[in-house]
């Protein structure tokens, strides 16, 4: 399983930074399965988001247009 920073996160400019940094040296380095000896056939990634800092609740509004009917 493979991480990934999530666009939903409300980070401050410098845990956003330090973050992409993280996330670059993870780049750099050895891979999980190079690290455990697998062969890369045999290995299935799978990706999910990373939320550090949900974003806050925020309310939407619905925009009716002419096209269409209110309810």
């Keep these: 399983m493979e991480k990934f920073l999530s666009?939903?996160?409300e980070l401050p400019f410098?845990?956003?930074i330090v973050m992409q940094v993280?996330?670059?040296l993870?780049?750099?380095s050895l891979s999980e399965e190079r690290?455990?000896?697998l062969q890369q056939s045999?290995?299935?990634i799978e990706k999910y988001p990373l939320v550090v800092s949900p974003a806050n609740?925020?309310?939407l509004k619905r925009i009716?247009?002419?096209d269409e009917d209110e309810y």
Excluded: A, H, P
């Design 42 to 44: 045999n290995v299935t």
């Design 7 to 9: 666009q939903d996160n």
């Design 64 to 66: 009716y247009t002419d």
């Design 26 to 28: 993870k780049e750099l």
């Design 14 to 16: 410098i845990e956003r």
């Design 35 to 37: 690290g455990f000896g």
């Design 22 to 24: 993280y996330f670059w």
């Design 57 to 59: 609740k925020f309310t």
